[in-house]
């Protein structure tokens, strides 16, 4: 079965499969073709997943406002 591209997972989908990959290349047992293509799984997986945490946090932001129409913005446009 084909790999989920991460922004399709849930966060919890990737954050365990992003723990999985960790526990794998911690082993040390993966060649070197392997552990690359892992290590990127795993940035896909951590970009993926801050930008649904940062994506949580304006939802957030917007309910305490009681401003359920605001229209969702970068993080980092914010600052």
Sequence with gaps: MAQKKPENLSFEEAINE???IVTDME???LSLEQ????FERG???ANASAQKLDNAQQRVS???SNDLNAELTPMDDQE
């Excluded at 552990?35 to 892992?38: R, T």
């Design 18 to 20: 992003l723990g999985q």
């Design 27 to 29: 082993q040390g047992e």
């Design 43 to 45: 940035i896909g997986l």
């Design 35 to 38: 552990s690359l293509k892992q």
């Design 62 to 64: 917007m309910l305490m």
